[in-house]
């Protein structure tokens, strides 16, 4: 696989406060690539640096064989970026946005293909300020994508968007690497890395803890499942114990949970209870998660927040 991203002992510091501390690792073309921890762990410093919008203290990146720092402008005549925190003029309507992006790249694609694409058309002619939260996010991603670039950065993408609208970011940013184009993402929610990312790297004050897919990080823990499902209060559970993989079940009044491991201990525990002619009544399923993960490498939830302090800086964010 190509390296499109390559980061060797990132550091960065802003006075006594290290933001960023000897980070290191790669990104393949094609992949959906996430940076994952709580607010203040030191990811959007990781991510300018990698853009060449701030200046690391020591470190080496190479982003598509070029150096931010020196060969900024080629680089990103190649990349889009979804500021974290970005803003337009407020009276600068949709369509006249995209149009004035074109002249920023030498191959932009056509602003008329974007708006029908990411659902804009019929919102051309409205300024920025008249538009929802999950529309500015689109142009955003608008604005991102004119350059056509091969490499996109998506910062915090789905701050502040409600469920419905963070899902439909979710389907953009899947059709988007579809196309063969490479993204990386910060987010905080565990849920989002876990739905989109091939590879995650989890970041805890400005030190990367953990890397590899959702999948194979979720398996290190070899934390159990839950099978829970309630019960006439007649129904006596304790036969599930002797099923290969259940380690101990628990009945506290209609309720009945099953903790195990193994692919099939769901398949098992179905097959179980309808030999001896029983339903499973309100059946759910619990599966340890990335959340737990990061639970179990840092020894706090993810709610807790970090402390990392940015100087104001070109991009226009603020962490």
Known sequence: MRVVIEVQELRKAYGSRVAVDGV?????????????GPNGAGKTTTIECIEGLRQPDSGRIRVLGMDPGRQGRALRARIGIQLQEGA?????????ALWLFTAFYPRPLDPETLLQRLGLAEHRRKAF????????????????????????????????????????MWDLVQEIRAEGRTVFLTTH???EAERLCDRVAIIDRGRLVALDTPENLIRSLGAEQRVIFTRDTAFDPSFLTDLPGVSRV???GERVVIYGRGDSLV???????AARGMALRDMRVERPTLEDVYLALTGRPMETPGQEI??????????
């Open 267 to 273: 398949g098992r525990v179905v097959e179980a209870m």
């Open 250 to 252: 628990e009945a506290i």
């Open 189 to 191: 929610y565990m849920e």
């Open 129 to 168: 300020d008249q538009l929802s939260g999950g529309l500015k996010q689109r142009l955003f991603i608008a604005l991102a994508l004119i350059g056509n670039p091969e490499i996109l950065f998506l910062d915090e993408l789905t701050t502040g968007l409600d469920p419905h609208a963070r899902r439909a």
């Open 88 to 96: 337009l003029s407020h009276r600068l309507r949709v369509e006249e």
């Open 24 to 36: 290191s690792f790669e990104v393949y073309e094609g992949e959906i690539f996430g940076m994952v």
């Open 310 to 319: 940015l100087p104001a800086s070109n991009s226009g964010r603020s962490r």
